[in-house]
């Protein structure tokens, strides 16, 4: 069965730096996977998808994710944080059955000036 | 022109009651989903409809019913309202027959059971 493993329920970066976080997968069948952004009392924003094509995958709000198999890893990058990037991120794999996504726990990104 | 919307977004209600809540999507989507997000922010599929039809139901009790009256709409209707219902529920929709499957999300309701 599909699953997700987000490491690290909170990441705090400063204003400028790195932003990293880290999600780890399980999967039977080529998986298809996502990082989501959550506003406070917001929806859900897709941030960016893998879907078989390229393994370096750019998204939305200078944001981007490397699909390593080997690793099983989609770990979501930016190169400098910004203060509106404070938010809560979800990956998540695409079920097996392909009806539904799987969501990890979630990472709470903190950004401080 | 909203995507994907729901009615309505805070939702509080007493024990025992029935309530519904609607969702609605835009986008000409074939497949439509509810998931639920509880208090430590933990998103779970409840259910899944395409073109009308049920696909999946994760353990979730039957006093949670999906109604689809087309394919833009899907309804969530909760009866015997419990205090662990209380979470935020999230509507969303994908293009699956001939799609790339990433789902857009409603902006939720939250709903309070007290």
């Known amino acids: 069965a599909q699953s997700v493993t987000q490491l690290g329920s909170h990441v705090s970066v400063s204003e400028g730096a790195l932003v990293l976080l880290r999600c780890n997968y399980s999967s039977s069948v080529p998986p298809y996977l996502f990082w989501y952004v959550q506003y406070p009392n917001q929806g859900l924003q897709l941030l960016l998808k893998?879907?078989?094509?390229?393994?370096l995958v750019k998204g939305i709000n200078g944001f981007e994710a490397e699909f390593k198999k080997s690793e099983t890893s989609f770990h979501l990058t930016k190169p400098s944080a910004h203060m509106s990037d404070a938010a809560e991120y979800f990956c998540a794999v695409r079920n097996q059955a392909g009806t539904a996504l799987i969501f990890g726990k979630g990472t709470t990104l903190s950004v401080s000036s | 022109d909203t995507a994907v919307s729901q009615t309505p977004k805070y939702l509080v209600t007493q024990m025992g009651n029935d309530k519904s809540i609607k969702c609605e999507q835009n986008l000409g989507h074939d497949t439509m989903y509810w998931y639920k997000q509880d208090s430590k922010k933990f998103l779970k599929i409840m259910f899944s409809?395409?073109?009308?039809?049920?696909?999946i139901n994760e353990t979730v009790p039957n006093r949670f019913s999906p109604k689809s009256p087309d394919k833009a709409h899907l309804n969530l209707h909760i009866n015997s309202l419990e205090l662990g219902d209380s979470a935020v529920y999230f509507c969303?929709?994908?293009?699956?027959?001939?799609?790339?499957?990433?789902?857009?999300f409603g902006p939720g309701t939250r709903l309070t059971v007290t």
């Open positions: 893998y879907t078989s094509a390229a393994t």
């Open positions: 969303a929709s994908s293009q699956d027959t001939g799609g790339t499957y990433e789902q857009y």
């Open positions: 409809y395409n073109n009308k039809e049920l696909i």
